[in-house]
């Protein structure tokens, strides 16, 4: 709550950017991890 702002489940932190949800931020989430592993599928 301090960190962020809220409260939410579940609240991933990737490559310094919050991301709160999980299942409408999938597509989001997928791309971030294809970013750290150099695949950036567009």
Do not use: C, H, S
């Amino acid at each position: 709550m301090t960190k962020y702002g809220r409260m939410a489940t579940p609240t991933l932190v990737i490559n310094d950017k919050v991301i709160v949800g999980f299942r409408q931020k999938q597509a989001e989430i997928e791309k971030e991890i294809a970013l750290i592993k150099g695949e950036d599928n567009g």
